[in-house]
């Protein structure tokens, strides 16, 4: 995911914005994807796979014996080898809030099949064998045809990723704790936010600076056959799939939206004083290029019971 502003103040791919000291000491700005103070376009996608057929898409908490459909984000951290010769860590207490999933014939649909739409959230966390339910729906709710794309709505991510921040001569290590919102009128925390809004708390040598808030307008990206939109205030991943709806359905099936995150924040080391290899290191507007942010891999299953 992109986030691109003239303000050398935000992020790459799922976010990062920058943090104030609480004694009037700036840390220094967590970037964009590239390096500089002008943000590149990071790869953050997940690398699609082929989407397999469905052999038949029902729904719910299966009232009267109705089919069901039951959809799950499920994560990995497993080692997958990675030859794009960059660093990488796995962030930790990474989550992405889900709001909704369409169906459609076409990329375009005019009319999509809306499989669910929470209007809220549910939050699918990305830790190592996390399996989160995001939704339960009725068979019966839902229209028979064949349908070739998908589109996910999100609402916004958080995670932390690890981070020396190097000022004035010094060397931090720290991590960033991150909020991007994605899309509009997201309530995180109690508080309505708009898509493009940024929150980020560094935390280094026992003291905590932040949390500086920021507004970032937030770039579509495709990649891999996945791509990011974002229109009308709303974010939502695109792919290609390959899925069968039958409403009469008496089974259940599992949808399962699998995806690894082996070291999926990615960046290019560079040269500097105190830089390390194997270390995001950070500056007042610079800072090591974010190359990408997101699933390593993305695939789709169906389990009929």
Same mark, same amino acid.
């Given at each position: 995911m992109k986030l691109s502003s003239s303000l050398p103040i935000v992020t790459f791919?799922?976010?990062?914005?920058?943090?104030?000291?609480?004694?009037? /000491?700036?840390?220094?700005?967590?970037?964009?994807?590239?390096?500089?103070?002008?943000?590149?376009?990071?790869?953050?996608?997940?690398?699609? /796979?082929?989407p397999a057929a469905s052999p038949a898409f029902p729904g719910g908490p299966r009232p009267s014996g109705e089919g069901n459909v039951v959809i799950h984000v499920r994560a990995?951290?497993?080692?997958?080898?990675?030859?794009?010769? +960059?660093?990488?860590?796995?962030?930790?207490?990474?989550?992405?809030?889900?709001?909704?999933?369409l169906l459609g014939t076409s990329k375009d649909d005019p009319d999509p099949l809306v499989v669910f739409d929470h209007q809220g959230y549910v939050e699918a966390r990305l830790a190592d064998g996390d399996d989160t339910i995001?939704?339960?729906?009725?068979?019966?709710?839902?229209?028979?045809?064949?349908?070739?794309?998908?589109?996910?709505?999100? /609402?916004?991510?958080?995670y932390r990723v690890d981070a020396t921040v190097h000022a004035s001569g010094f060397s931090m290590p720290g991590e960033y704790e991150n909020l991007v919102v994605l899309s509009d009128g997201t309530d995180v925390g109690g508080k309505k936010r708009m898509s493009g809004d940024v929150v980020s708390t560094f935390r280094g040598a026992g003291r905590v600076y932040g949390p500086t808030a920021a507004t970032m307008p937030i770039g579509a990206w495709s990649s891999g056959g996945i791509a990011l939109e974002v229109a009308n205030g709303r974010a939502a991943y695109v792919y290609p799939v390959n899925v069968v709806v039958d409403p009469s359905?008496?089974?259940?099936?599992?949808? +399962?939206?699998?995806?690894?995150?082996?070291?999926?924040?990615?960046?290019?080391?560079?040269?500097?004083?105190?830089?390390?290899?194997?270390?995001?290191?950070?500056? +007042?507007?610079?800072?090591?290029?974010?190359?990408?942010?997101?699933?390593?891999?993305?695939? +789709?299953?169906?389990?009929?019971?």
């Open positions: 791919a799922l976010s990062t914005a920058a943090c104030s000291g609480a004694t009037g /000491t700036s840390i220094p700005e967590p970037p964009g994807a590239g390096s500089g103070s002008t943000p590149g376009t990071p790869t953050g996608a997940p690398a699609a /796979t082929s990995s951290t497993r080692a997958v080898p990675h030859t794009d010769g +960059l660093s990488g860590q796995t962030p930790r207490e990474e989550y992405v809030g889900i709001r909704a999933l995001v939704a339960r729906v009725p068979a019966s709710s839902l229209r028979a045809g064949r349908y070739t794309w998908a589109r996910t709505v999100v /609402t916004h991510a958080r359905t008496k089974r259940q099936v599992d949808v +399962l939206f699998d995806v690894n995150m082996h070291e999926c924040f990615r960046w290019q080391d560079t040269p500097g004083p105190g830089y390390a290899r194997h270390v995001w290191d950070v500056e +007042l507007g610079s800072w090591e290029p974010v190359m990408q942010f997101g699933a390593n891999s993305f695939s +789709l299953a169906y389990v009929t019971r």
